[in-house]
């Protein structure tokens, strides 16, 4: 089946810095989602993107759909501690009558001891 | 609007026994699907519906039933639990359509012994 492939698998932040993570497939998407997850509760839609090419923020959270169609990235500027969690990628295509979400397995965001 | 409410959040239960996990939405969104989410796998499709009366299989279906009489209402039934299905189900709900993104419920984390 489709395959995501996220990186890094996890990663360690300082706060003020910048913080990149990707995902590639071998897939064509139509869309791509980005999503954060906390402990104990469920993701929670962070940005959306709809067209090759195209780059969206949402406050210090940029992110872009590749313009192969088969990869994205999410950047978050000047990171703060309240960004510590699990961000998934998420590819949606056409499959039968409903679009499927194939996930990525998540970059873990923790803070620098 | 409480979005998507799962219930219950937490439960044990013993191999072979039945259970039914909830799923209820209040956006008038036709598509509805279940989801696990297991370490180091991310989030897996295990059934989902576009409308009252269907339904369909996803990435993951057995052992898993599914029953759609409402636009609200989408629960899980485990028939027969194995210690396999100890994992964490979010219900997902969106507009129907091909480029959607999903809203999830805050999870059951189910325990199977």
């Known amino acids: 089946g489709q395959q995501l492939n996220q990186s890094p698998q996890s990663m360690f932040i300082q706060e003020g810095e910048d913080v990149s993570m990707n995902c590639t497939s071998s897939s064509i998407f139509n869309t791509w989602l980005w999503y954060k997850q906390d402990p104990g509760e469920g993701p929670v839609l962070l940005i959306a993107l709809y067209k090759a090419g195209e780059l969206t923020s949402n406050g210090r959270l940029t992110a872009q759909f590749g313009i192969t169609r088969k990869d994205s990235f999410l950047n978050i500027s000047a990171s703060i501690p309240s960004d510590v969690g699990i961000y998934f990628c998420?590819?949606?295509?056409?499959?039968?009558?409903?679009?499927?979400?194939?996930f990525g397995k998540g970059t873990k965001l923790s803070v620098k001891p | 609007n409480a979005g998507v409410t799962q219930t219950p959040k937490f439960h044990i239960l013993k191999t072979g026994q039945s259970m039914t996990l909830q799923c209820a939405q209040d956006m008038n969104h036709g598509y509805l699907s279940w989801y696990r989410q297991d370490p180091g796998m991310g989030l897996r499709r295990i059934h989902y519906?576009?409308?009252?009366?269907?339904?369909d299989k996803g990435e993951v279906p057995d052992g898993y039933n599914v029953s759609r009489s409402n636009t609200e209402d989408f629960p899980l039934r485990l028939e027969s639990a194995a210690p396999s299905q100890t994992s964490v189900y979010f219900c997902a709900s969106s507009h129907v359509g091909v480029s959607t993104e999903a809203f999830f419920g805050q999870g059951t984390r189910l325990t199977v012994v």
């Open positions: 519906s576009v409308a009252a009366g269907i339904t």
């Open positions: 998420a590819g949606l295509n056409y499959g039968g009558s409903q679009g499927n979400l194939i």
